[in-house]
């Protein structure tokens, strides 16, 4: 079980990965031949249909980082008793990011740093929920290590910590 604690942190770890992938991508040839040459499981192959270049690569961390926001978004509506309305948002957001990874990726048929779309998405479909519900000042206070589910085993309900 992973956990960012606050979307302050999450936001705060996503710009630094965003500025680092962009970064090694674009400016180093280290993080393409690396990938390229490592073969383990860290690496999502999508088909293209450029013969000379058969597949697209998305690496692991691509996925989980975001993906760990993503489900921070699913704890914050837990934690209100609402249906998961931030987590749609959030999980949206990650999906229009890694679609449009795959689409620039192929478009241009050079390699791209996913997280240059994924992390606009992901934290953008989420402020722009917040921002018009009126849940800005809920969702940047909401600190996870002050929330626990309730002893009796009901994931439903939860509890704060003192």
């Not at 975001?66 to 931030?86: N, T």
Request: aromatic share 14%.
């Amino acid at each position: 079980m992973l956990s960012l604690g606050s979307f302050k942190t999450g936001a705060i770890l996503l710009a630094g990965l965003f500025v680092y992938d962009i970064f090694w991508v674009f400016f180093t040839p280290v993080m393409v031949s690396v990938a390229k040459s490592f073969d383990a499981p860290i690496k999502l192959l999508f088909p293209t249909a450029d013969a000379a270049r058969p597949f697209s690569m998305l690496g692991l961390g691509d996925i989980v980082i975001p993906g760990i926001f993503v489900a921070l978004a699913l704890r914050f509506d837990v934690s209100r008793g609402k249906e998961s309305q931030y987590f749609k948002s959030a999980f949206l957001g990650y999906t229009l990011g890694l679609v449009l990874t795959i689409i620039v990726m192929n478009w241009f048929q050079a390699a791209q740093p996913a997280l240059l779309y994924i992390v606009p998405s992901v934290i953008g479909f989420l402020a722009a929920h917040c921002i018009w519900n009126k849940d800005v000042k809920q969702l940047l206070e909401f600190d996870e290590s002050k929330t626990a589910t309730s002893e009796d085993g009901d994931s439903k309900s939860s509890k704060k910590v003192e």
